[in-house]
Every structure is written in C-alpha cells, then in structure tokens.
C-alpha cells in the first residue's frame, strides 16, 4: 500500500498521518471541519522535522472527500465518535473508495458493524483501534465485523506492522475490543478501592506505575505469571487460582462512578496536577512515552544479544 487517506484530522488523526508519513507512505488530509486538515499538516510537518523524519514523504490537504480517497488503497477514518456522523461518512465512502482499498475505522466504541452493514462493499471494512496517541504507542487492535474479508485483516495487520505498529487481531467483535476491557477491570478495581476507604488515589496510582506496572512495560501478564512460579504458569495456576477466583467474586461487584466519588477522586488527583497544569502534564506524558518506547527497545535488544538473561536488563 502506497497512498493512505486520513478522514478526520483531529487528534487521532493527526497522529495517524504522522506514523504513515514517517513510513514514507504518500499521506491525503481530509476534514469537514474548517482548517482541521491543515492544522493537521502543519503539525506533522513539524513533528517530522524535529524527528528528522522523511522530507521526501508527500502530504497533501484534499479539499473534499473525492479527491482525498481517489485513488487511495487504505483509508484511516478518525472522525468524532457519534454514530449519526460515521454512518453518513461510511455511506460516502463506500460510494467513492476505489473497489480494492480498505476502508478502516479508529472507533474505540463501536464495532464496525453498528456503521458498515448496509454497504455494498462493507467486506472491506472493519475496525483498527490505536492506543491514542498511536505516533507514540504502537499498539494497534484490529476487529473485523462478521462480514470482513479475512484478507482484509491480513492486509491491515501487514500494513500495521510496515508501519512500525504493533497489531493484535481479534477473532470477532467484543464491546471494549481488548483494551479497553482489560482496562476497566483495572478502573473498577481501583475506584471501589477508592470508595471502600482501603487506599488512595496516589496509592492505585503507584502500585501499578511502581509495582506491576515496570514488568508490565515489556511483558503482558500471562508472561509476568508464566515467570513467577519455578515450573511456570500451571504451577502458578495450581498455587494461585483459588485466590484470584475469591479475588473475583468479591470484585464481581459493577457499581456506578458516582458523583461524590468522582468529586473524591478529582480532589485527590488535582492536589498532584493542578487544572491549569494538565496540557503542561500531557506534554510531560508525551516526552516519556518517547523516551520509554526508545529504552524499551534498547533493552529488550539488550537483554536478546545476551540471551535474556534478567541480568542482562
């Protein structure tokens, strides 16, 4: 794939343009809004040159959706996350994408059959989430409606890894894809230990960002318990499992965020972050996920060249 379409240049799709022009590939912008797609250029143009990213990679404002799809063969659709605006767009879309382009969604709540199934070409459609923002963070979660064409997945994982992502493929879809899902148990957990007085804000926050989280930097959790019992995750399973399944059901307890809790937590985490300071902080956030993303792959080399020894790192 040489030419990629971004409809939508807000945020995400900003930082979608920017991974695809790193990659050399020829980048069309394209917003509704007024001056989104050229603020959007601007940014990753500037971005580019403070990386030394590609100078010879093409990136074009389109004035309409015609001649930003024309001729394109992957389209990355990053508009706002209402469906009364992605199912007009995709019914667009579907009448003006070239036959064999792939026509890709960066929705992170809805599955691609709430917007694609009345085309007459949705088989080329499905979902492929990032983790925001995805210049920074790899991860990339690829969900195929009923109707996709396996090739279609196949090609959007290919292009996902010549890209510099990290795709992870789901066999169908699933409310919350994967990551968003993992992350809830995570958030549930912690606002109900929050609620019930056991500990604070900071405390959540420094168990994982101090505790569960450095060995979660650069190996998921299966492989984190894999390595935590002398025989590996069975014996971990034998030894372990009747903890975490009375773990689960005292945590099998859905409970709403509510407005007095959330009042808590925000009076908690603004005497670490002031309001005003919260751009400064997301800049702060950015600035470590570059750097960490760089070490991670400077120790993880590391740790191979010598045989991933855990001296190694």
Known sequence: MKRIAIVGCGTVGASWALVFARAGLEVMLFDEAPGAADRAHESVRGRLDADGGPMTAKITVADCLERAVADCDYVQESAPERLEIKRPLHQRLDTLVPPTAIVASSTSGFPASAFTE??????????????????????????PAPWTDPSVVERSAALMRDVGQSPVRLSREIN???VNRLQSAILGEAFRLVEDGICSVDDVDRAVSDGLG????FMGPFETIDLNAREGIAEYCRNLGPMY?????????????????????????????????????????DR??????????????????????????
């Open 118 to 143: 009345p085309l007459a070409h949705r088989r080329r459609c499905l979902v492929v989430h990032p983790i925001n923002p995805p210049h920074l963070i790899p991860l990339v979660e690829i969900v």
């Open 176 to 178: 919350g894809f994967l």
């Open 214 to 217: 450095l060995r979660w930097f």
């Open 245 to 285: 399944r009375t773990l689960a059901e005292e945590q099998a307890d859905p409970r709403d965020w509510s407005e007095t809790l959330v009042a808590d937590v925000e009076r908690q985490r603004r005497l670490y972050t002031k309001a005003d300071d919260l751009a400064a902080r997301r800049q702060w956030r």
């Open 288 to 313: 470590c996920l570059t750097l960490l993303v760089e070490a991670k792959r400077q120790a993880l080399g590391n740790a191979a060249a010598g045989g991933g020894k855990p001296t190694d790192l």
